[in-house]
């Protein structure tokens, strides 16, 4: 009977002894032995892994890739305005015996330098580069970090500027800003348009004078783009310099005899009294009347 106890007390060791030397390390992993304190000079690869009961101590690494974010920093840019700014920071070991040995907490310790790096760098950067030139940036954000952690066997694969959040003073500053650039723009073209079409028109001007029947034609073309129009509506230009001779050519009697004895008045010197009278409107600074023509005009 003592025998069996003693059978199984061995047998309970053993078991007890195979549960705590044996391992299991993941495809992502790599383990880290100690052997009483001392490293062992190659890390374990995936799979069963023994270790000497007592004597070994294994400790784990993940090499895949973490994602960590940096808390947003409050800062002053070399132009003296205040933002506040955040990142992100992807990183993955590739010496897994120097993170082991070399840092106590290598993810605590990049985060750490990642802050300090990041408000350096809104210190030495201008507005416009926050809001316009990330990428630049986000190199020198990158090789601030990459500089101390390539020393704990980590490395920096790619840093990021998330957001860059602005006082809401300068946000309408920069939104009166991009309106009045817009604005400018938009004159800046409509004048060039103008100059543009005043140079045709002047152009056109020339040819026109050089050929009086082109004005002929481009009147007759706006009397076809008017009536082309569902109204009852014709236009029909008429020149001025036909009622000033038709008021030179009336004699002043044959307009004014009818009217004055009650009789019926010709139609045709009804007419040309009526032109007459129509060629009296217009302007005499335009149409400078002849000496004898104020005497004419005068009724009795």
């Given at each position: 009977m003592v025998v069996l106890w003693i059978v199984l007390a061995v047998g309970a060791l053993c078991l007890l002894g195979v549960s705590t030397s044996v391992r299991?390390?993941?495809?992502?992993?790599?383990?880290?032995?100690?052997?009483?304190?001392?490293?062992?000079?190659?890390?374990?690869?995936?799979?069963?892994?023994?270790?000497?009961?007592?004597?070994?101590?294994?400790?784990?690494?993940?090499?895949?890739?973490?994602?960590?974010?940096?808390?947003?920093?409050?800062?002053?840019?070399?132009?003296?305005?205040?933002?506040?700014?955040?990142?992100?920071?992807?990183?993955?070991?590739?010496?897994?015996?120097?993170?082991?040995?070399?840092?106590?907490?290598?993810?605590?310790?990049?985060?750490?330098?990642?802050?300090?790096?990041?408000?350096?760098?809104?210190?030495?950067?201008?507005l416009d580069d926050l809001l316009s030139n990330r990428e630049r940036l986000n190199q020198g954000l990158e090789l601030m970090i990459d500089n101390p952690a390539v020393g704990w066997g980590v490395?920096?694969?790619?840093?990021?500027?998330?957001?860059?959040?602005?006082?809401?003073?300068?946000?309408?500053?920069?939104?009166?800003?991009?309106?009045?650039?817009?604005?400018?723009?938009?004159?800046?073209?409509?004048?060039?348009?103008?100059?543009?079409?005043?140079?045709?028109?002047?152009?056109?001007?020339?040819?026109?004078?050089?050929?009086?029947a082109a004005l002929q034609l481009r009147l007759l073309q706006t009397v076809v783009e008017v009536a082309a129009e569902k109204n009852s509506t014709l236009v029909l230009p008429f020149p001025v310099e036909l009622l000033r001779f038709l008021e030179r050519s009336t004699p002043a009697d044959a307009a004014t005899a009818g009217p004055a004895d009650g009789r019926g008045a010709d139609p045709a010197t009804g007419l040309e009294a009526t032109l007459k009278a129509v060629s009296s409107r217009q302007p005499q600074s335009a149409f400078p009347a002849e000496p004898g023509n104020a005497a004419d005009r005068a009724v009795p």
């Open positions: 299991v390390v993941q495809e992502f992993e790599r383990g880290v032995v100690f052997r009483f304190g001392r490293v062992r000079p190659q890390p374990l690869g995936p799979g069963i892994a023994l270790l000497v009961p007592v004597a070994d101590r294994l400790q784990k690494v993940n090499l895949q890739v973490v994602t960590l974010p940096i808390p947003a920093q409050d800062g002053i840019t070399s132009d003296n305005v205040t933002v506040r700014v955040d990142a992100v920071v992807y990183y993955r070991v590739v010496d897994p015996m120097r993170v082991a040995v070399d840092v106590q907490d290598y993810s605590s310790a990049i985060l750490q330098v990642a802050q300090a790096s990041l408000r350096s760098i809104i210190g030495k950067s201008e490395h920096i694969d790619r840093v990021e500027i998330k957001d860059v959040v602005l006082p809401e003073s300068m946000k309408r500053s920069m939104s009166r800003q991009a309106e009045a650039e817009r604005e400018r723009r938009s004159r800046v073209i409509t004048a060039e348009g103008e100059l543009q079409a005043s140079r045709q028109l002047a152009e056109a001007a020339e040819v026109m004078t050089t050929h009086p």
